[in-house]
């Protein structure tokens, strides 16, 4: 069988803010059509490993390869078109509408004229019941109405890969089955993601790897079956008695 191509390799990354050394050297690779799940205690790097990933954050030494190409200062817009990032607390611009917030990139970066950006909206909106919500503006939408509209956004421009910071945090009970069944279409539907979460059914049910960073490192990692029942690690073991 054919190994499918790696779209992301990380070798040795590292992040200090000041004296705070946060990422302490992870070397990471993440294949075409590959569903991580990033676990690990608060404060442990992982909302920081996946900023640095699309630049939201510099590293400050290591290496971050997409698609055989060294992510630098010069290329990290054309990065971002082909990573995609949803954050916890949702990003939207207060002053936009939903249709100006979607087509703003796209529009912005010349990757889809005015027109077609809307279609392509359109067509979203309408796909997660949201169509009549264009006109609105953020602050009339429901957390989880905003956070479905954030992860739409991600996809106006078709991104190959989607990262997940915390997507549910700042959700209600009952917003978070939407956003959640909303990621798990994306990923059915063969999109690459990496996503940070808490909600450990759905690490279970979505992940086609796990990994664990504590103190800026990957700990651990493996399949979801043998994390989940069989961890290696006594700091794994721990963590798992403590969440699930």
């Not at 705070?20 to 920081?48: A, H, M, Q, W, Y």
């Not at 087509?103 to 909106?125: F, W």
């Amino acid at each position: 069988m054919e190994e499918r191509a790696t779209d992301l390799v990380i070798k040795n990354l590292r992040k200090s803010f000041g004296k705070n050394k946060v990422l302490n050297g992870i070397d990471f690779e993440l294949k075409e059509g590959e569903r991580v799940v990033v676990l690990g205690p608060s404060g442990s790097g992982k909302s920081t490993f996946l900023r640095c990933i699309n630049w939201m954050e510099e590293p400050t030494s290591g290496e971050i390869i997409f698609d055989g190409e060294v992510v630098t200062e010069k290329n990290i817009r054309q990065v971002r078109r082909n990573i995609g990032m949803v954050f916890q607390h949702f990003n939207l611009i207060n002053n936009m509408t939903v249709m100006e917030n979607l087509t703003l990139a796209p529009v912005k970066l010349k990757v889809m004229k005015r027109e077609a950006a809307e279609k392509r909206a359109r067509e979203l909106l309408r796909h997660i019941g949201l169509l009549g919500k264009a006109d609105a503006y953020p602050a009339s939408l429901s957390g989880g109405q905003k956070q479905r509209v954030a992860i739409v956004r991600a996809m106006m421009l078709s991104p190959e890969v989607l990262l997940f910071d915390e997507p549910t945090s700042a959700l209600d009970p009952e917003s978070i089955g939407d956003v959640l069944s909303l990621i798990s279409e994306l990923a059915e539907r063969g999109m690459t993601i990496m996503i940070v979460t808490h909600e450990m059914s759905f690490a279970k049910e979505i992940a086609t790897r796990v990994v664990f960073i504590d103190k800026g490192r990957i700990i651990e990692e493996g399949a979801p079956e043998e994390f989940f029942s069989h961890p290696k690690t006594e700091r794994v073991r721990e963590f798992l008695e403590k969440v699930l």
